[in-house]
Structures are given as structure tokens and as C-alpha cells.
């Protein structure tokens, strides 16, 4: 961006002059799944199904974890995503 000074005097202080719009910015996610290939959660039952087959079943008693799945409006699961991993360890130092 190019600044502007004030009387176009180089000697003077300049002010730098931003415009007072900004073009629209859209953010878009695209899938390389498609929503019928995707799980679908009708019940607690299927939540529980779909956080067990993501979770590494060797390490559920040394490791305490905490992820959250996300949905789509026809109850898709997009992703699961992993929040917090602390060894179990920690927990009983702590």
C-alpha cells in the first residue's frame, strides 16, 4: 500500500491515509467427503460408537483426554477434533 502525505510535501510528517472500505472476504470449507460417505449421529449410542473407532484403545488407561466432535445441520460428523492430551501421570502428580 502506497502512503499518502499530507499537501504532497516530502519535508512535512506523513500521514498515512487508509481507505474507509474493505472488499468482501468469504471463507469457505469444501470436503473431499461427501456428506453420504460421512457418520451420522441419531443417538448417544452412535456418538459413543464413532469417539470409540477414532480413539487409540492402547492408550485409554495412560493417557486422559478430551476431544469434541463436531456436527453439520443433518447430523454429520465433519471432524473430531483433539483438545487437550495429558499422561495420566501428570494427573496423579498434580
Not at 499537501?7 to 512535512?12: A, I, T
Not at 470449507?29 to 452412535?46: E, G, L
Request: hydrophobic share 40%.
Amino acid at each position: 500500500m502506497k502512503s499518502l502525505t499530507q499537501n504532497n510535501q516530502p519535508n512535512k510528517q506523513r500521514q498515512i491515509i487508509f481507505p474507509s472500505s474493505i472488499a468482501e472476504i468469504r471463507v469457505s470449507y469444501f470436503s473431499k467427503i461427501s456428506d453420504t460417505d460421512r457418520p451420522k449421529v441419531t443417538s448417544s449410542q452412535d456418538a459413543h460408537e464413532i469417539f470409540r473407532a477414532r480413539w487409540k484403545k492402547s492408550r485409554i488407561g495412560y493417557v486422559e483426554e478430551f476431544k469434541a466432535m463436531l456436527l453439520n445441520r443433518a447430523n454429520g460428523v465433519p471432524s473430531i477434533s483433539p483438545w487437550v492430551e495429558l499422561p495420566a501421570v501428570w494427573l496423579i502428580l498434580r
